[in-house]
Every structure is written in structure tokens, then in C-alpha cells.
């Protein structure tokens, strides 16, 4: 789990079951804890909305940082998130 944290620039979390909920919440707990650099977490899937708005919630009452993973509808929109968090130029058409 570390070296999948360590080596990711970024992170997008898309539906799955126990395993991706692990990995979400180890990724989401190091930036938390500031034990990496600041990396984006995103979500794909009506599934984690509720959760990280949730959890969200909560973290903000405790007077710790939110919003540190996003959610999303839809792949381009975590694509143009990325992009815009990691500096990736736009894919030139062929």
C-alpha cells in the first residue's frame, strides 16, 4: 500500500469494493497526516459521493483540513481536474 501511494503523481478512485475503499482511505489518511506531498484523489461514481461528503462534513466540524479528495461524474471531468492539478498539457490531435 505504501509503494502504491509513494509512486502515484495522483490518484482516481473509481467503483469498486473493499480493496478500493482501503486504498481510497490509506491514500486520503496520508494527506491527511501529511505523511506524502499534497497529491489530487479523485472519485468516479455516485458511490463515494455520499461518504466524502460525509466525511467531509465531519472533518470540518473537527477544524481539520476538507476536502482533500474529489468527486466527480464524470472521467473528462477528473481528466481536466488532473490535468489542471499536475500541469499536464492538453493530448495534441493526430
Known amino acids: 500500500m505504501k509503494k502504491l501511494i ?3 503523481d495522483g490518484f482516481v478512485v473509481l ?3 473493499t480493496g ?6 490509506a ?3 496520508y494527506s ?16 463515494w459521493k ?10 470540518k466540524l473537527e477544524g481539520r483540513p476538507a476536502d482533500m479528495v474529489k ?4 472521467i473528462d471531468e477528473i481528466v481536466e ?4 492539478s499536475l500541469a499536464i498539457p492538453p493530448k495534441l490531435s493526430s
Not at 32 to 47: E, G, R, V, W, Y
Not at 50 to 59: G, L
Not at 71 to 74: A, I
Not at 81 to 84: D, E, H, S
Request: charged letters at 20%; proline letters at 2%.
Open 20 to 25: 478500493t475503499l482501503l486504498e481510497l482511505a
Open 6 to 8: 509513494g509512486l502515484g
Open 32 to 47: 491527511n497526516k501529511s505523511l506524502m506531498d499534497i497529491k489530487p484523489i479523485t472519485c468516479h461514481s455516485s458511490i
Open 81 to 84: 481536474y488532473l490535468r489542471g
Open 15 to 17: 467503483q469498486g469494493g
Open 50 to 59: 455520499t461518504m466524502v461528503s460525509e466525511m467531509n462534513d465531519q472533518m
Open 27 to 29: 491514500a486520503w489518511e
Open 71 to 74: 468527486t466527480f461524474d464524470t
